[in-house]
């Protein structure tokens, strides 16, 4: 009976302490200007990306042929691009596209870092392996190992997404890893292990939640970092194919007009700048709110 | 004229600027260090003994985080008023440093021979050659064996001891009239420490200049000092000499440290004595006695209003209310 | 010392071992049968048979590897059947505006980067610092080929003081050299400037709150001293880390840069032949780089080294 109160209240305690530290980051995310910062440039952006689509009357593929390289007007907000299509829906599925490989590398290689991060730190033979194989793809310049895969794969947006998280995975395995190595070193989980706790319990039960906040604050720049590329390998003419969309290769047929048309390549360029400038805006205050230490 | 002390502070406060707020480390501290003596201070860790020392030198950055109140008198100058770059004078020529942990405190990337060097050649503008010749001198004082080739060694190369000697070699190299040495011994083996304690002892001897010995450890103080100052939560609150501090502790808290000192012949079977609860923060002072928390003395005077620094019929200082009635009750007791 | 060494150039082995097998496969993901990608639709069947021969794809694949990583160590990259001509010349022939670009981009970087990172540090919080801060994130949020085509949209549209395109080898002259090339450096160098700028102001402020700087504050050395002798060459490590991986991260991303400037470089040469589908080549650029990366890496791990004495006995 006793031992059953006691429990109750343990719990108790520990969803306060919880909720204490809590409170704690939402007060201290809301004091670090550069975090909020970031967030309301990310939020605002992924609103007008949103709403776009349901305010602008064209399409993103729509041709009015003798509506041709027109600047910003009434009738088309940023002006039409050399076939005649709206450039301001153009940009809106643009970024929607670009945003959404962005995320989609994110997530992807936050899921694939993880697993593998976690596993290598625990185990020492698979360690060696896939910190070799993680060295191998490190020592690649990021957007020339994504062109190679693209030159083999063929460029479509899916390719370009694989292409990116290949890219990407070592790098936040890297930063699982490290945290996690922290962690198994603490004398709590050589307690478990004498106790006979399954590895599988701790790896995830244990050891996990501690490599969480490098890990969210890894894939923001990760996020941010892959926008960067895809543009870079859509302009190239290597990722996203005409005629959809992405910033990347609105950018491209950009250069071909540059000297007539000014407004198709500076409002694409301040999109990406934004949107990227926010995830890295929000992902230096995660990371000063989150690790006080690394600075 | 009378003699002057070579120090004189006086109502020395040390503000610090933190993301919490302004914080006071040290609150009205006055002293004075007497030439060729060995003052001791001793305290907890957070009583601001290192940042009375600190300060002394000026070492904190005073454009962003500190502010200093009070006087600092050393060779009839105060040091408080004076510019950055006589400030720079004083230091490393005049007064002298030495810390806690010499293999943080050495440049990692230098040549010890190169580190004391270095202020040679700032202060005395020797060449660089003859300012060699007095590294290896300096390190010969300090009883470094071989050290016309230790002087070409890195601070890693070099035992914890020999690290620390070759700290002292490099803080007495310019002849300072005073050294201040913040926890020397701390972060050494027990016979290690003695050896230093050793040679700063031989060296105050031998080189006149007096010493301000900053330590937790009041073993330390009995072997060195000539007179103490303890200081807790910023202040002081007694100060006597070494003899009358150890055979007659005026002020609870210094009985309390006394009592926690282990003795070879005590009584095995009772508990070492502990001074009870915690220093509290310096964002939370308290009104009245700093120590009135942990005082077993503490009454509700001592709760509302501080006790002054006051001297008593022993030559001692204290800062307490009840001094004179806890005698009594002790020498009731025994 | 000399142990050092050997230890860091045997422990490239694995790394480079690693990397070659990476980029053999590359040709071998690629989706349906590499000959027939590169000849298109219309080859006949004879035409495709043909080129597999030529290529080496019939024999079992870890013969191909024997082969094709025998040739590397011979120098033997490969051959361009578009282009007619080895890999290694194709390669050669197109380094030098790269590797101009990318040299001066890096020197940029670093006579830039860590001025500022060391005034910013030494002013933390202040409005200075703060402008260079947010300057930097500003740096490492534009990719270099937008910035090349907002520069261009300045200089070369708007104020027409600058070439906007093309490439004239140093030979023509310094000056007009560098006045093609100005654009390019600056579209390419900026992210490394923001970078390293970041990087030694953390690294600066991390020293600064060292042990040994209150020592040498102690002794009278003067503020400007403490920062440039006592605190940069502490600092200097993780920079030096940081230029070093940059110069790998110039030269891929020269290839980027070229095609906005149209400079006949690497990075032309890589893009056309991923139109053309021509592998060897882009085997080869790859393998390249990734070779100047990892020597490169070999150079600051060495100069770690000469830098500071504890790595040296770390690695007795």
């Known amino acids: 009976m006793e031992a059953v109160e006691r429990n109750a209240k343990l719990v108790m305690l520990k969803n306060d302490l919880k909720k204490e530290q809590r409170n704690l980051f939402v007060r201290r995310f809301i004091s670090n200007k550069l975090a909020v910062t970031g967030l309301i440039i990310i939020s605002i952006l992924t609103f007008l990306v949103t709403i776009g689509p349901l305010i602008t009357s064209y399409g993103p593929n729509e041709m009015v042929v003798d509506e041709r390289l027109e600047g910003p007007s009434s009738a088309h907000w940023l002006g039409t ?64 190992l994504a062109i190679a895969l693209l030159a083999a794969l ?15 995975t070592p790098n936040v395995a890297r930063v699982v890893r490290s945290a996690a190595l922290v962690v198994r070193e603490e004398t709590y989980i050589e307690a478990m292990k004498s106790q006979g706790a399954s590895s599988l319990r701790i790896i995830w039960g244990h050891i996990a939640p501690n490599t969480l906040s490098p890990l969210i604050v890894q894939s923001t720049f990760i996020f ?55 995830l ?13 230490h690394s600075n | ?57 000026r070492l904190f950055d005073e454009k962003r985080t500190v502010k200093y109140e009070g006087e600092i008198h050393f060779k009839s100058k105060n040091l408080l008023k004076i510019s950055n770059a006589n400030m720079q004078k004083i230091r490393g ?172 012949d005590g009584d095995r079977s009772q508990a070492l ?49 009840h001094y004179e009635e806890i005698l009594e009750k002790e020498e009731v007791d025994v | 010392m000399k142990i050092y060494v050997l230890k860091r150039v045997l422990s490239l082995v694995p790394i480079l071992f690693i990397v070659s097998i990476m980029i053999f496969m590359i040709i071998h993901v690629t989706p349906g049968d590499p000959a027939t990608v590169m000849l298109g639709d219309t080859a006949t069947t004879e035409q495709v048979e043909a080129l597999r021969n030529e290529l080496g794809l019939n024999i079992p694949i870890y013969q191909q590897y024997i082969n094709w990583i025998t040739g590397i160590l011979h120098g033997d990259l490969g051959y361009s059947f578009f282009m007619r001509q080895s890999v290694t010349m194709a390669i050669i022939s197109h380094l030098g505006p790269t590797v101009s670009l990318a040299i001066m981009a890096q020197i940029m970087a670093i006579i830039i980067g860590i001025p500022v990172g060391i005034i910013a540090a030494n002013r933390k919080g202040s409005l200075t610092d703060q402008s260079i801060m947010g300057l930097s994130l500003l740096g490492i949020s534009i990719p270099s080929f937008l910035l090349a085509l907002l520069l261009i949209l300045l200089f070369g549209v708007k104020l027409q003081w600058l070439p906007v395109a093309g490439y004239k080898a140093l030979s023509e002259g310094m000056w007009v050299h560098l006045k093609y090339l100005i654009l390019p450096i600056i579209a390419l160098g900026s992210m490394q400037v923001a970078l390293i700028a970041r990087m030694t102001r953390n690294s600066m402020l991390e020293v600064l709150n060292m042990d040994y700087i209150k020592t040498a504050r102690s002794k009278g050395i003067k503020e400007r001293n403490i920062v440039y002798k006592h605190a940069l060459r502490n600092a200097f490590l993780p920079i030096l880390t940081i230029v070093g991986q940059s110069f790998a991260v110039l030269v891929a991303g020269a290839a980027v840069v070229e095609t906005v400037f149209n400079i006949p470089g690497i990075g032309q040469l890589i893009i056309n032949s991923i139109e053309r589908r021509d592998f060897a080549v882009i085997q080869g650029i790859v393998l390249f780089v990734a070779l100047v990366y990892v020597l490169i890496n070999l150079v600051v791990d060495l100069l770690y080294g000469v830098i500071d004495p504890r790595v040296r006995l770390n690695h007795k």
Not at chain 1, 280 to 292: A, E, M, T
């Open chain 2, 93 to 264: 020529n005049d007064i002298a440093m030495i810390f806690q942990d010499p293999l943080s405190s050495l440049n990692p990337v230098y040549t010890i021979g190169y580190q004391i060097t270095e202020s040679i050649m700032l202060h005395q503008k020797l060449q660089k050659k003859k300012a060699y010749e007095k590294a290896v001198e300096m390190l010969r004082l300090t009883g470094i064996p071989a050290p016309e080739k230790r002087v070409n060694d890195y601070p890693h190369e070099l035992s914890g001891g020999m690290r620390q000697r070759a700290m002292i070699a490099m803080a007495l190299a310019c002849q300072p009239r005073l050294l201040i040495a913040d926890e020397p011994t701390t972060a050494l083996d027990v016979t290690i420490q003695a050896q230093i304690l050793d040679l700063i002892n031989r060296l105050n001897q031998e080189l006149n200049m007096s010493v301000i010995f900053i330590t937790h450890d009041l073993g330390v103080i009995a072997e060195i000092c000539t007179r103490v100052v303890v200081m807790y939560l910023g202040q002081i609150v007694e100060e006597a000499d070494v003899e009358k501090l150890f055979s007659n502790p005026l002020h609870p808290y210094t009985k309390g440290l006394m009592k926690s000192i282990p003795q070879i």
């Open chain 2, 273 to 321: 004595h502990v001074i009870e609860g915690t220093v509290p923060s310096l964002h939370d002072v308290p009104n009245g006695c700093r120590f009135a928390s942990r005082c077993p003395y503490a009454s509700d005077l001592c709760r509302a209003k501080m006790p002054e620094l006051k001297i008593v019929k022993t030559g001692q200082k204290v800062r307490c209310w």
């Open chain 1, 154 to 168: 063929g460029p479509s947006t899916k390719n370009v997404i694989i292409a990116l998280s290949v890219v990407y």
């Open chain 1, 280 to 292: 890295n805006l929000f992902g230096d205050g995660l990371r000063d709110i989150l690790d006080p």
């Open chain 1, 81 to 144: 691009d050399n076939l005649g299509r709206d450039l301001f829906t153009r940009i809106v599925f643009g970024a929607q596209l670009s945003m959404g490989v962005g995320l989609s590398v994110a997530v992807i290689t936050s899921i694939l870092g993880i697993v593998i991060g976690l596993y290598a730190s625990y185990y020492r033979v698979l360690d060696n392996v896939l910190m070799r194989i993680c060295d191998g793809l490190m020592s690649l310049p990021g957007i020339l």
């Open chain 2, 1 to 57: 004229m009378v003699d002057q002390p070579l120090l004189r502070i006086k109502e020395l406060r040390t503000h610090f600027h933190t993301e919490r707020g302004r914080v006071t480390a040290v609150d009205g501290i006055t002293l004075h260090v007497e030439e060729r003596e060995i003052l001791g201070v001793v305290g907890e860790s957070g009583c601001g003994k290192s940042v009375t020392s600190q300060s002394i030198l």
């Open chain 1, 224 to 278: 941010a970092n892959a926008i960067i590329v895809e543009a870079a390998l859509s302009f190239l003419g290597a990722g996203v194919p005409p005629p959809d969309p992405s910033l990347g290769n609105i950018l491209f047929d950009g250069k071909l007009v540059i000297f007539t048309a000014w407004w198709m390549v500076l409002f694409p360029g301040i999109c990406i700048i934004l949107s990227v400038l926010g």
